[in-house]
Antibody, heavy 121, light 105 residues
Framework: EVQLVESGGGLVQPGGSLRLSCAASGFTFSSYWMSWVRQAPGKGLEWVANIKQDGSEKYYVDSVKGRFTISRDNAKNSLYLQMNSLRAEDTAVYYCARVEEILKGGAFDYWGQGTLVTVSS | EIVLTQSPGTLSLSPGERATLSCRAS???????LAWYQQKPGQAPRLLIYGASSRATGIPDRFSGSGSGTDFTLTISRLEPEDFAVYYC??????FGGGTKVEIK
């Protein structure tokens, strides 16, 4: 059974940093692109970042470029999101998702339950 | 950057009715790369449709997707009580539309 479990969310002050983790199981993690998606309270979904299987390609939404870094450790079956210079508008539930590139054209076929990040003083 | 615009913002329907949701792209999108998701309150999104028209595993056949180029449609043939939710379209592993809420009339 495919499982994605996020952790690391919490309350942080504006300008602060936070590192989110996503533990993957039930599939060959190193064979898939992975992604982070966020959802501000009462708002829609916003794609944040993608990372290729070997970490050699990374893509970000413009609003987080230069502040967030996506990474992965295939030996640990883990995905990460390092978030620096956090702003109030980064407050959201952050989901990790598996990207099914080959069979489903880049659709996100499995999602974690999400972790809440609150940026506030 | 391709922008996806969903309409209507809210759809008020009764169980048993047909729901038609629209997703319009600011430039042409390959049909292979258009997906639809369902999200219920307090839950993670769930993949419904990929490749514009292929149902994901376990998705009932009352859900269907169609379209090409810049115009895509998600149709729910007969709404069941569990179908009242928010629906999002997405193109190739990145940007999402703003969502359509299907609510009980």
């Amino acid at each position: 059974e495919v499982q994605l479990v996020e952790s690391g969310g919490g309350l942080v002050q504006p300008g602060g940093s936070l590192r989110l983790s996503c533990a993957a199981s039930g599939f060959t993690f190193s064979s898939y692109w992975m992604s982070w998606v966020r959802q501000a309270p009462g708002k829609g979904l916003e794609w944040v970042a993608n990372i290729k299987q070997d970490g050699s390609e990374k893509y970000y939404v413009d609003s987080v470029k230069g502040r967030f870094t996506i990474s992965r450790d295939n030996a640990k079956n883990s995905l990460y999101l390092q978030m620096n210079s956090l702003r109030a508008e980064d407050t959201a539930v952050y989901y990790c998702a598996r990207v099914e590139e080959i069979l489903k054209g880049g659709a996100f076929d499995y999602w974690g339950q999400g972790t809440l990040v609150t940026v506030s003083s | 950057e391709i922008v996806l615009t969903q309409s209507p913002g809210t759809l008020s329907l009764s169980p048993g009715e047909r729901a038609t949701l629209s997703c319009r792209a600011s430039q042409s999108v390959s049909s292979s790369y258009l997906a639809w998701y369902q999200q219920k309150p307090g839950q993670a999104p769930r993949l419904l449709i990929y490749g514009a028209s292929s149902r994901a595993t376990g998705i009932p056949d009352r859900f269907s997707g169609s379209g090409s180029g810049t115009d895509f449609t998600l149709t729910i043939s007969r709404l069941e009580p569990e179908d009242f939710a928010v629906y999002y379209c997405q193109q190739y592993g990145s940007s999402f539309g703003g969502g359509t809420k299907v609510e009980i009339k």
